[in-house]
C-alpha cells in the first residue's frame, strides 16, 4: 500500500475532501486544499458549463500563487471528479477541461471507460473510482484506474451497503494500489482506523458541508449539526441510485421518510432540472453525530489532525 506519487509527502493527513454535488466550489476546495487536504468538486457543480474553465482557472492559479508564496508548506493537490454514466452528457467537453487544465486528480463515479482514464494519464494526471462493491473495483482497475475509492455502509450521498470491513478486505485481496475508504468518517480516530484496515486514504464529505466554505443553505447547514445518525435514511427514490439523506429535509419536502416507495433505476437523474435532490432533498452520511457547530473548513481540518495525531499516541503508547 503507497500513497500516488501526487498525493506523496504533500498531505498534513492522509484525507480527500469528497466532492460534494451543489455544495462544493472553489471557496471551499481552496480552503481544503490550503489547509492541507485533497480539495474536490463535481465539474456538473460548475453551472453552465462554460464555468468549469472559469473554476480550473481560477483554482490552478491560485493555489500556484499560494504555493509561490509558501514554499515550505504548499497546498495539498486538488480533484475534479466526473460522472460517467450516459445521463452525463457534459462529460467530453468537461474532460477536455481537466485535461487542459491537468487536473491533478479525477474522480470518476457511475462507470469505467478505457479512453477517459488514458486521457487523464496523458499528462501525468491519475484517476480514482469509487466503488461499493469487488465487482466493480475489478472491473475499474481492468479499465485503467489507478485507485479506488471504497463506498461503504454510511456513506453520505450515493453509497453502498458493506461494513467498511468486509469492503476493505476483499478488495486488499487483489489489489495493492491507492484505496481511499468513505463512509461515515468524522473524525480523526476514524482516519486512522481506515488506515488501520488497509486503506491508504479517508474521504470525507458530510462534515464539510457544515462548513462557513460550503455552498449550502444554512438550514441544510443547521440540521447537520442537530441530526445524528438515526437521522439518515437509504433510498434509491430521489435519484434512482440507493443513497442516504437527512430524514429531516425529506419530511421539509412532505415526504413520510418511513414509507418511501422504489424508484426505477432506468430513470436515473444526477442533478437535472427536475430532480429534488440534492437541492431539497439533502444527502448526508451517517457520522454526523461527530458534527455539533458550524466551522471553516480550516478550522475542521485542524480539528481531524489534533484528533489524527492524539489516536495515533494512544495506540502507541
Not at 62 to 85: G, M, S
Not at 92 to 105: I, T
Not at 123 to 149: N, S
Not at 251 to 262: A, R
Amino acid at each position: 500500500m503507497a500513497l500516488p506519487e501526487t498525493l506523496q509527502n504533500k498531505l498534513r493527513i492522509p484525507v480527500i475532501g469528497a466532492p460534494l454535488f451543489i455544495i462544493s466550489h472553489p471557496p471551499l476546495l481552496l480552503a481544503q486544499c490550503k489547509a492541507g487536504i485533497v480539495g474536490s468538486f463535481p465539474a456538473l457543480n460548475a453551472r453552465p458549463q462554460s464555468q468549469l474553465d472559469e473554476w480550473l482557472a481560477e483554482i490552478t492559479e491560485t493555489l500556484a500563487d499560494y504555493n509561490k508564496k509558501n514554499p515550505e508548506e504548499p497546498a495539498a493537490p486538488f480533484a475534479v471528479n466526473q460522472i460517467v454514466h450516459k445521463s452525463n452528457t457534459r462529460l467530453e467537453h468537461d474532460l477536455e477541461m481537466c485535461v487542459k487544465y491537468k487536473v491533478p486528480l479525477v474522480i470518476t463515479s457511475l462507470g469505467a471507460r478505457e479512453d477517459l482514464n488514458a486521457a487523464i494519464h496523458s499528462y501525468g494526471g491519475i484517476v480514482m473510482h469509487d466503488i461499493i462493491h469487488d465487482r466493480h473495483a475489478r472491473k475499474a482497475i481492468e479499465k485503467g484506474a489507478d485507485g479506488l475509492i471504497g463506498v461503504a455502509a454510511g456513506a453520505g450521498g450515493h453509497a453502498g451497503t458493506l461494513s467498511p470491513f468486509a469492503l476493505i478486505q476483499e478488495i486488499r485481496q487483489w489489489f495493492d494500489g491507492p484505496l481511499a475508504l468513505s463512509g461515515a468518517i468524522a473524525n480523526g480516530g476514524a482516519v486512522l482506523a481506515a488506515q488501520a484496515m488497509g486503506a491508504d486514504l479517508a474521504y470525507i464529505g458530510s462534515p464539510f458541508i457544515a462548513t462557513r466554505e460550503a455552498r449550502a443553505v444554512d438550514e441544510y447547514k443547521t440540521m447537520i449539526t442537530e441530526s445524528r445518525a438515526a437521522d439518515i435514511i437509504y433510498s434509491n427514490l430521489f435519484t434512482g441510485v440507493h443513497g442516504n439523506y437527512l430524514k429531516g429535509s425529506i419530511i421539509k419536502s412532505g415526504m413520510d421518510p418511513d414509507n418511501l416507495p422504489e424508484s426505477d433505476p432506468s430513470k436515473m437523474d444526477f442533478g437535472g432540472e427536475k430532480t429534488k435532490a440534492w437541492k431539497d432533498i439533502w444527502g448526508c452520511g451517517q457520522g454526523i453525530g461527530a458534527v455539533d457547530k458550524v466551522v471553516g473548513a480550516t478550522q475542521l481540518v485542524d480539528r481531524l489532525v489534533d484528533e489524527y495525531r492524539a489516536a495515533h499516541h494512544a495506540i502507541c503508547h
